[in-house]
């Protein structure tokens, strides 16, 4: 297993040149993260012009991967897929509904694609008319999230590529970039990235989250990174940069080998099956069904049962979940997205106490019947398989405790102490077959039972 390197609070980082990276102290960190790490669950929107072709070039579906990469994937020429932008037009954006679909689901941040490896724009850039300028929709989607989610209390983030398969300055440029001349310069593509950043972080206001992303290809470097994560701060000194804004991601993992100047990791599409422990902050990013942006022929729905679990999974082993809705060219969710968001919303309403705020499992044992999360005194059980007996085993030893369903706390629930551990009466049958949760209120240190369990252990791929 990789050695994770702890993402945790940093002081200052000695980089190429010797100058210092970051200047922010660990409590400064921690401070910058509360928020994130109390949220648990966001909403991640991979909406742009690639939602026009929807997975489809040429009259045949394109190859099975996201349908934002359907550019790259069908080598599209840019002056083609250019022509794609006349037909953005989505009217029906409403973004009081997409705030209020993800609210109602649970869901504490939002982040958009503000500009994919496409390098197309979902704000009026000045920099570039390679964007909503370039298309017959007036409005400012951006502007108008920013203002609902503001409304909402909830924190607006933007996701933004480093590598742009568009721009004539990224040095690893498409043969089919037919739109492109001269000799790429990165340094002033960097200056691009830094206007537009710019635009996205005085335009609307405080952003929750820079989601960089692109940052694999090798015009990009370390030193890159930490001039820009300086820059960003500079502009928005609280924001948080996930570390994807560096160099030293290890794959779909999604954390740290060595030191970056990121603040979190990002494992995409697998869950770590055991946390990296306290202090080490991290966010899963999975799509609901296979695809990142929309594709018209996916309808690989995960169930609700695997999204609520993959949620519980996360908060766990002390990681946020970040589910992903792939919007229509008309502006639209998919109707399989809206009919999962409301589901998992019916189950947060009764057990988001669950979920807010908490942390990783004390327990290191593998939890045959379910997971477990922390506030405080309380542990929450989150029962996925729920005893034919009645009697669940919990791993605690000769501790007082109070138990009771987290749906009826007035009923408290007998609890018995066995050399094995803590025994709790369950009535007959799950108030949730999802996932049923029980309360277990604990006087003093919470002491888990000794064995430790394996770290080798997989990360569970969804
Ligand atoms: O290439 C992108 C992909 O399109 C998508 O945006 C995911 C989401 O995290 N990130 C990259 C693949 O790792």
């Excluded at 928020?35 to 939602?51: K, L, Q, T």
């Excluded at 349908?67 to 009081?96: L, T």
């Excluded at 982040?111 to 704000?123: E, L, Q, R």
Aim: aromatic share 10%; proline share 6%.
């Amino acid at each position: 297993m990789v050695a994770v390197a702890a993402i945790t609070a940093r002081s200052t980082l000695p980089v190429q040149g010797g100058e210092l990276a970051v200047s922010t102290t660990p409590a400064q960190n921690v401070d910058r993260l509360s928020w994130f790490n109390a949220a648990r669950f966001g909403m991640f929107i991979h909406w742009g012009v690639y939602s026009v072709p929807a997975g489809e070039w040429a009259g045949k579906s394109m190859p099975d991967h996201g349908g934002e990469w359907i550019m790259e994937d069908c080598k599209i020429p840019v002056s083609e897929y250019a022509k794609f932008a006349p037909q953005f037009h989505p009217e029906q954006f409403n973004a009081r509904a997409w705030v209020h679909m993800a609210t109602n689901a649970g869901m504490k941040y939002i982040v958009i694609t503000s500009k994919h490896h496409d390098g197309f724009a979902m704000w009026r850039s000045d920099l570039s008319e390679w964007g909503i300028r370039a298309t017959p929709f007036e409005r400012d989607p951006l502007k108008e999230l920013a203002d609902e989610c503001r409304h909402a209390g909830i924190r607006l983030c933007f996701y933004y590529s480093i590598m742009d398969w568009h721009h004539p300055h990224w040095p690893e440029r498409r043969a089919w970039n037919d739109t492109a001349s001269g000799t790429p310069d990165m340094e002033r593509y960097v200056a691009y990235m830094k206007g537009q950043l710019k635009e996205l972080l005085s335009r609307y206001g405080p952003i929750g989250i820079l989601w960089f992303d692109g940052e694999w290809e090798k015009p990009w470097t370390h030193a890159h990174a930490v001039d820009l994560h300086r820059y960003v701060r500079s502009l928005q000194p609280d924001i948080i940069i996930n570390n994807r804004i560096d160099k030293v991601r290890q794959g779909m993992g999604g954390m740290d080998k060595g030191q970056g100047v990121g603040d979190y990791g990002t494992p995409e599409q697998e869950i770590p099956a055991n946390g990296f422990g306290p202090g080490v902050t991290w966010e899963s990013c999975m799509t609901m069904n296979n695809t990142w942006g929309y594709r018209k022929d996916d309808h690989k729905w995960k169930s609700t049962q695997t999204l609520i679990r993959n949620l519980i999974d996360c908060a766990s082993t002390g990681g946020n979940y970040l589910l992903n809705i792939g919007p229509t060219a008309e502006g639209l969710f998919p109707d399989a997205s809206i009919v999962r968001l409301e589901e998992i919303g019916d189950w947060m309403n009764q057990n988001g106490e669950a979920i807010y705020d908490t942390t990783a499992s004390p327990f290191k044992q593998e939890i045959t019947w379910g997971r477990c999360t922390q506030k405080g005194d309380k542990l929450f059980l989150h029962v996925y398989n729920w005893p034919a007996d009645g009697r669940l085993l919990a791993p605690l030893l000769n501790q007082k405790v109070k138990a009771w369903l987290l749906r009826t706390p007035g009923r408290k629930l007998k609890c018995k102490d066995t050399p094995e551990g803590l025994v709790i009466q369950l009535p007959a049958s799950a108030p949730d077959k999802i996932a049923s949760v029980i309360v277990v209120q604990v006087t003093g240190k919470i002491l888990p039972a000794a064995h430790e369990r394996g770290d080798g252990t997989p990360a569970q791929k969804r």
